[in-house]
Every structure is written in C-alpha cells, then in structure tokens.
C-alpha cells in the first residue's frame, strides 16, 4: 500500500515503486515483496485530507482491500481536491466525508457527480474546544481577554469555514484564526495545556487528543456547528462495474468512533507506524474485518469458474 503524507513520507513495508511526490523527491523506493499484495483484482486509488482521522480510516480500509487482493494507493490532497478528483475519475473514491455540514460546500459542489454510499461512522461533531482548566464555558466567551488567537486547522477544512462564520456571527470574537495544520494545532495545543495557558482550538470528534488531554467542545448557542455529523464513503461513478468486488468492500465499511480513536491513539502516543496501527487494529477486530469483507459473488467471479 502507497501512502502519501503531508510533511513526512511513511514508507510501508508493503511499499514498491512509490514516486515520492508528497516530499518533494521524484525518486521511487522498493519495499518487501513478500509483504505485497498480488493485484490480481486490480488497483484502487483512495484519495484523503491530511487529518488524524482520516490517516487511521485509510490505512485500514487500505490494507482490507489489499487482503482482498487489491493494489492500493493511498494520495493525500487538500480537501477540494479530495472531492475533485473522485467526481473526475481521477481517484476511486475516499472515506473521509464529513456531512452535512462540514464538507457541505464540496458535497454541493461535486454530490451529483459521485456516489454516495452513506456512512462508515456516525456520530462525529465539529467545534471549538478548550482545556477543562479554563473557564469559559461558550463560544460567546472568547475574546482578547482570555485569547490571543484561535488556532486552526487547514485553510478550506469546513471546521475552518464555520469557524470564520462564527467569527462574523460572535460579536465579541475580536481575535484572529490562526490556519495550519492537524498537527500543527494539537501540537500548539499540547504545549499550551502543558504550560497551563490559555487556548482555544478548531476541534472534531473522533480525534486522539479528545482521549490524550482534558477538553472540551465550547457550547455553540447561535448553532454555527453540527453537533451530530457523519463520515461518508464516497466513490467514483462507475466503480461498481469496473471493481464490483472494491465497491462491496467500500459499502461495507463500517464502524465506531472508539475503532477509529484505537487507530489514532496507537499512532499518536504508542508512536506505531499508520499501516503497523492499522493491522494492529484489524487483527484485533477481525469479525469485523471479515463482514466487511463478505461480499457476493460478481458475475465476473461465475464467469471465471
């Protein structure tokens, strides 16, 4: 499996043949053969945003398909592109989805141009949030006497775009949105909360810091974020026919919140690896796993036998 990260190169041991784009290295690297999958059903390109979240669904759902004899590459791309590139046909397809809200101008944008599958995690919400020893309860709190900045996330993100709406909405929000990236913010926020300072961050649940530190969602009384969202499945028109096998795969993707949080917490604090995080996982969910992987039989499949 290929995985492209902003930043950093994470090299699988399944690896072979990757251009290094995302680091700015034209040059390719060779992995172990023997743990490669054979491509005998083909390859499927997974396009993705560079969140925490979305670096935990990919990399599984990425080695489930391999196990299902698929070659996968993983491309991480900013978020307009992400819905771009399906609706193109440029990629197959991505899970990281987040609906109605968040992602709601991309859905708008590109909706009728892609297939939606529904959900592989419910109950996910965007916000801001701040450490529990602070003691400000609301978003109406925020202002240049607790704060010098809020710190977020990718220009683009939807948690960014309803960040700089609750900015115009929030009369008394008079500091800026400072934009970056995941890491860079729980990074800032980490070193706040170790310093006992005050800061305030664009956040969304699941994320590994909601189980690393002590915070919490600030209430929203004029309602600028979903409290309840979903994350989505989303694949490129044609995909059942040409990959019948990868669309089952894809549509049976499901699962919680904690899952999810398993993945990222063994990335971020027991420093594994995203595709050594990912196996971990499914070794440890693999009834799961398998219903993810039960799918019928294609004509293609009659056909060979």
Not at 46 to 52: D, G, I, P, R, S
Not at 235 to 250: F, K, S
Not at 270 to 288: G, L, S
Request: charged share 30%; glycine share 6%.
């Amino acid at each position: 499996m290929h995985l492209f990260k902003k930043g950093k190169c994470f090299l699988p041991l399944s690896l072979s043949a990757l251009v290094l784009a995302a680091c700015g290295d034209d040059s390719g690297a060779a992995g172990d053969e023997s743990n490669e999958s054979n491509g005998e059903n083909g390859e499927i390109e997974l396009t993705y945003v560079a969140w925490e979240s979305e670096v935990a669904s990919n990399n599984v759902i990425g080695l489930v398909l391999e196990e299902a004899g698929y070659d996968v590459n993983l491309n991480q791309v900013e978020q307009a592109v992400m819905w771009q590139s399906v609706a193109q046909g440029d990629a197959d397809g991505h899970v990281a989805g987040w609906l109605p809200s968040d992602m709601a101008t991309d859905y708008e944008r590109y909706g009728d141009e892609v297939v939606d599958l529904g959900p592989n995690l419910e109950g996910n919400r965007t916000g801001l949030a701040v450490p529990d020893y602070m003691d400000v309860t609301s978003i109406e709190d925020i202002h240049s006497d607790n704060f010098d900045e809020i710190v977020g996330i990718d220009a683009g993100a939807g948690v960014v775009d309803s960040t700089e709406q609750a900015i115009e909405t929030y009369d008394n929000i008079d500091i800026p949105l400072q934009t970056s990236s995941d890491a860079a913010m729980t990074a800032e926020l980490g070193q706040a909360i170790e310093d006992e300072e005050p800061v305030v961050v664009t956040a969304w649940e699941p994320h590994w810091k909601f189980n690393t530190y002590d915070i919490r969602f600030l209430e929203d009384p004029e309602g600028i974020y979903e409290e309840e969202e979903e994350i989505r499945t989303v694949v490129r028109e044609g995909l059942e026919e040409d990959e019948p096998e990868a669309y089952q795969i894809l549509d049976n993707f499901y699962w919680e919140a904690d899952d999810m949080n398993e993945v990222m917490l063994d990335i971020s604090e027991n420093e594994m690896e995203p595709e050594e995080a990912a196996q971990n996982w499914i070794d440890n969910n693999r009834d799961m796993v398998d219903e993810w992987l039960d799918i019928e039989e294609t004509d293609e499949d009659s056909d060979s036998e």
